[in-house]
T-cell receptor, first 112, second 117 residues
């Protein structure tokens, strides 16, 4: 079935540093989504991308929908301790009503 | 913003017990809800898609007789884990789609931690 690859698997950074993580797929996705999950909670949507090439920001977060429709990246600028968590990329193959397929996640740790 | 509520948030029960988990959309009507399972340090794996008024669609490898899904109203879907065993212990998360807002983006509940002894 469809599979998403996320890198890096984990990262440890100093507070204030910028972070970059990316997601790739062998399939073309119609929608790319980025979620953050804190321990014991459900994932929270950070950014949704609907068009190839689209670049969208949400505060210190910026994400882009790759031109090939097979990849996406998420950048976090000036990281803070509350950025700690698991970041999942996710995609929808068809329209926005389709099921969401999740990547394996990137674990982010921020050292104060 | 859209809110999805799950109940209970955690449950511990004996092997062989059936457990029901509720997923409610609090401020919108969800024609479609999704059920996921997440094992420790792993990603969310879709179990089934729940459509209001019709049978759920299960992903490959998910036993429909083991995981009963009912979506009787536009704001409530339930997942029943029948005759649960220790290997069913996991974090179960639902999501609901608001078809009239934010391009039908899915909103997730806070999950239910199920522990089978």
């Amino acid at each position: 079935g469809q599979q998403l690859n996320q890198s890096p698997q984990s990262m440890f950074i100093q507070e204030g540093e910028d972070v970059s993580m990316n997601c790739t797929s062998s399939s073309i996705f119609n929608t790319w989504l980025w979620y953050k999950q804190d321990p014991g909670e459900g994932p929270v949507l950070l950014i949704a991308l609907y068009k190839a090439g689209e670049l969208t920001s949400n505060g210190r977060l910026t994400a882009q929908f790759g031109i090939t429709r097979k990849d996406s990246f998420l950048n976090i600028s000036a990281s803070i301790p509350s950025d700690v968590g698991i970041y999942f990329c996710a995609g929808q193959l068809m329209a926005s009503y389709d099921k969401v397929i999740f990547g394996p996640g990137t674990s982010l740790s921020v050292i104060p | 913003g859209a809110v999805v509520s799950q109940h209970p948030s955690w449950v511990i029960c004996k092997s062989g017990t059936s457990v029901k988990i509720e997923c409610r959309s609090l401020d919108f009507q969800a024609t479609t809800m999704f059920w996921y399972r997440q094992f420790p340090k792993q990603s969310l794996m879709l179990m089934a898609t729940s459509n209001e008024g019709s049978k759920a669609t299960y992903e490959q490898g998910v036993e429909k007789d083991k995981f009963l899904i009912n979506h009787a109203s536009l704001t409530l879907s339930t997942l029943t884990v029948t005759s649960a065993h220790p290997e069913d212990s996991s974090f179960y998360i639902c999501s609901a789609r608001d078809p009239y807002r934010e391009r039908g983006t899915q909103h997730f509940g806070d999950g239910t931690r199920l522990s089978i002894l």
